[in-house]
C-alpha cells in the first residue's frame, strides 16, 4: 500500500494551537442510550492525552449512529464516559455549528477538552461528495476558522467522504493521530511486507466484500494462504466444486449467497490460495448439534469442525504475519464460539505478527490468553479495513494526503 509520508501529532509543535479533532465515538448503545462497549473512546485517549499535555486546546467531534434509527442519539453519555477515560474535566456543548458551539470553541484554552454534539445533527454530514466540494460546506465554513490545525484519528470512518472526514482537511493543515497512524502502519505491514509465510484468516458473512478481497490479495500476490470460514468458507467451498449437502446449499440460497458462486469461482480459477473447512457444526431438525465432514454435512452451518481447527491452527503457528477478518462460526451464541477462540488462541500462541479486525473478533479477547508483549494490532475499522483490504483508495486518506501538499508542500492540490 503506497501512502505518503504524511505528518503526524509527534511531528508538530501544537503547543498553545487550537486543533479539531475527528475521533470515532460511534459506540453501541442500549435502549436507554447507555454505552454498552467503550473500546472505541478508550482507542482515542493516547491521542488525546498527547494533545493535553501538549497545551494544546481540543475541540473533539465524532458521530454517534444515523438519523431514524434507535442509536442517533445525542453525546451526553459518550462525554461522562470521555470524562472518566481521561481522568479530567472535558467541557461538553449540546451543538455544533450554532452561537453556543462556536464560543465554546473561541472560550477553550490550552490544555482544556471541548466535546461538541452528535456531528450528524448538521444535515451535511450525511452527504458524501469529493474533498474539495465538503470543504465548502457550512459545516466545515463555520468553524474551521477558529482553528490552526486538523487532526484525523477516525479510521473506522476512512471510507466515508463526509464533510467532517474529507472536507476539514483542504481548509486546514492536517495532521494524522495516533489511531489513523498505528492503522495505516499494520495495514502497509499485512499488504507490503515481505515477511513469509503471510497467511490470512478470513470469515463472517460480508461475502461479496471478502471475495473482492481475495480478487486483490491474488492479484497483488499478497498471500501465501488464505483461510475461509463462516459463511465466505461455505461459498468457496461451493465454487472450488466441493460437495454440499442440500440443506448447506438451501442455507446459501435462502441468504442471497448461491449468486456469489460463480464471482467465488472466477477468483479461485485465477489462482487464489484459497483453504476451505474440511469440516462443519451443524444443528440437525431435531436440535442436536453434530460435527461433520462438509461434503456430506445435514443441518444448518453453525461453526467449523474440530479437525478444520487442527489443521488451520497448524498453518497460523507456521506464518509470520497473520491477518484476521470475520467470525468462524455463529459466535452471538456461546456454544458456537468454539472455532473462532481456537483459531485466535493459536494466533496468539503463534510468533506471528497478528492484525485483528475488530468487531466479533475484538469482542473476544477476554475469552484467551492475549500476549502481554505486544507484536499485534485491533483494527477499530469495520468496513474501512474491508476497502483497504480490497484494495480501494480511503477518502479520508485522499484528502490528507490533499492537505499534505496543500499546507506543507506548497505544490499543487
Do not use: C, W
Not at 465515538?25 to 494533545?51: E, Y
Not at 511486507?193 to 461475502?207: Q, R
Amino acid at each position: 500500500m503506497e501512502v505518503l509520508q504524511l505528518p503526524a501529532i509527534d511531528d508538530i509543535e501544537l503547543t498553545g494551537r487550537k486543533v479539531l479533532v475527528r475521533v470515532d465515538f460511534n459506540s453501541p448503545v442500549d435502549k436507554d442510550g447507555r454505552i454498552i462497549d467503550d473500546s472505541r473512546i478508550k482507542a482515542h485517549k493516547p491521542t488525546l492525552m498527547k494533545l493535553i499535555n501538549t497545551g494544546a486546546a481540543t475541540v473533539v467531534i465524532t458521530h454517534q449512529g444515523r438519523p431514524g434509527d434507535n442509536d442517533f442519539i445525542t453525546l451526553e453519555t459518550h462525554f461522562e464516559k470521555l470524562r472518566e477515560v481521561l481522568g479530567i474535566d472535558v467541557k461538553f456543548v449540546d451543538d455544533v455549528i450554532g452561537p453556543a458551539a462556536l464560543k465554546a470553541v473561541k472560550d477553550l484554552k490550552g490544555g482544556e477538552v471541548l466535546l461538541l454534539d452528535n456531528v450528524r445533527i448538521v444535515s451535511e454530514e450525511l452527504i458524501e461528495a469529493e474533498p474539495e466540494k465538503q470543504a465548502k460546506t457550512y459545516l466545515v465554513r463555520r468553524l474551521s476558522p477558529f482553528f490552526d490545525y486538523f487532526v484525523f484519528d477516525a479510521f473506522a470512518t476512512a471510507h466515508r467522504s463526509q464533510p467532517s472526514i474529507v472536507g476539514f482537511p483542504i481548509a486546514l493543515p492536517s495532521l494524522m493521530g495516533y489511531v489513523m497512524k498505528h492503522e495505516l502502519n499494520a495495514l502497509k505491514r499485512s499488504l507490503s511486507s515481505s515477511e513469509t509465510p503471510k497467511l490470512f484468516v478470513l470469515g463472517g458473512a460480508k461475502v461479496r466484500d471478502t471475495i473482492k478481497i481475495v480478487e486483490f490479495l491474488t492479484k497483488r500476490r499478497v498471500a501465501d494462504r488464505i483461510l475461509t470460514t463462516g459463511l465466505v468458507g461455505l461459498t468457496f467451498h461451493v465454487a472450488k466444486g466441493g460437495r454440499a449437502g442440500k440443506s448447506l446449499l438451501k442455507f446459501l440460497d435462502e441468504r442471497g449467497l448461491t449468486t456469489l458462486i460463480p464471482l467465488a469461482r472466477r477468483v479461485v480459477l485465477s489462482g487464489a490460495p484459497v483453504d476451505t473447512p474440511y469440516d462443519v457444526k451443524v444443528i440437525k431438525e431435531d436440535g442436536r448439534v453434530v460435527e461433520e465432514p462438509i461434503n456430506i454435512a445435514d443441518g444448518v452451518p453453525v461453526d467449523i469442525g474440530s479437525y478444520t481447527v487442527l489443521m488451520y491452527s497448524e498453518m497460523i503457528r507456521e506464518s509470520s504475519v497473520v491477518v484476521m477478518r470475520g467470525p468462524a462460526g455463529y459466535v452471538e451464541d456461546s456454544r458456537f464460539r468454539s472455532g473462532t477462540l481456537e483459531l485466535l488462541k493459536a494466533a496468539f500462541e503463534s510468533n506471528a505478527y497478528l492484525i485483528v479486525g475488530g468487531g466479533h473478533l475484538g469482542s473476544m479477547f477476554d475469552e484467551i490468553p492475549v500476549r502481554k508483549e505486544g507484536g499485534f494490532h485491533i483494527s477499530t475499522g469495520g468496513g474501512a479495513l474491508l476497502i483497504a483490504l480490497s484494495g480501494e483508495s480511503l477518502p479520508a486518506l485522499k484528502a490528507l494526503e490533499l492537505s499534505y501538499r496543500k499546507f506543507f508542500t506548497g505544490g499543487p492540490v
